[in-house]
């Protein structure tokens, strides 16, 4: 609750109205926080682009990395794209999500299913959702990434890039979002696609949104594959590489922009 209520009162200093889902999970009221930029266009169904990260942890961890990181990118790519309210084509709705984590994960408690799911019964068009997930720990040094079976034969063994991982349906999605990226940076990247079931493909909120047919990609630093301090007390601000995460969120934020202004 103390965290919900910090995302929702910093995206109101930057002149927002908060949205919220609410709904029960093991009898107690949890909720979904969303805001939204409007299209410029008096569109009454625009495209839509949804970018999300979860705001809880796994209970024994601070989760500094999984998912601080990726929350608080979301908050920054929300001030950074105010200037885009009212004047794109497409709507984009910077969402912050409940209950990812176990035991919550896959069932009808998390968070991003529901406002999938919401999204669906609306009809909203969605042709892009982005998932934030553990984007803060990089490390050049030999050794330390490890992959699912059998990507590491394709991929390097050091752990300082960020990858755009997503399921089969969402391949365009995927090729388009990093060919976008590294147009505007440097900074290490790869991206690839797999069947659900590959382990670490599905394991974040762009599940819920490829269950209802929505083309979505995980942004990530791989979490479990390189990250030492998954899911453990340890896992705590002093791994963070701050600058690293700036300058991904950096290369996010071009790459929404490219998505907004596209015909």
Do not use: C
Not at 157 to 185: C, E, N, P, Q, Y
Request: charged content about 20%; cysteine-free; hydrophobic content about 40%.
């Amino acid at each position: 609750e103390k965290v919900a209520r910090y995302i929702e009162a910093t995206l109101a200093s930057f002149g927002y109205t908060i949205g919220r889902q609410e709904f029960l999970a093991a009898g107690k009221m949890v909720r979904n926080i969303e805001v939204t930029v409007e299209p410029g266009t008096q569109n009454s169904d625009p495209r839509v682009i949804v970018v999300g990260a979860h705001y809880d942890s796994v209970s024994g961890s601070p989760g500094a990395n999984d998912n601080a990181t990726g929350a608080a990118a979301v908050i920054e790519l929300a001030r950074l794209a105010r200037d885009l309210d009212a004047v794109g084509t497409k709507r984009i709705r910077f969402a912050f999500f409940v209950n990812e984590e176990p035991p919550y994960f896959r069932t009808e408690a998390m968070g991003s299913l529901q406002y999938a799911r919401a999204l669906a019964r609306r009809n909203e068009r969605v042709i892009a959702m982005y998932s934030l997930e553990t984007i803060g720990f990089y490390s050049s040094a030999p050794g330390s990434q490890i992959y699912p079976a059998p990507f590491g034969l394709m991929f390097p063994d050091r752990g300082d890039f960020v990858a755009f991982v997503g399921m089969l349906g969402s391949r365009a999605l995927v090729r388009k979002t990093i060919r976008s990226f590294r147009s505007h940076t440097a900074f290490p990247s790869i991206g690839g696609v797999a069947p659900g079931f590959v382990p670490g493909i599905g394991w974040s909120d762009h599940w819920a949104f490829a269950e209802h047919g929505f083309e979505a990609v995980m942004i990530t630093d791989t979490a479990p594959f390189r990250y030492p301090h998954y899911h453990r007390p340890s896992d705590t601000p002093d791994k963070i590489d701050a600058e690293k995460v700036a300058r991904v969120v950096k290369g996010i934020e071009r790459v929404i922009r490219d998505l907004v202004n596209e015909q």
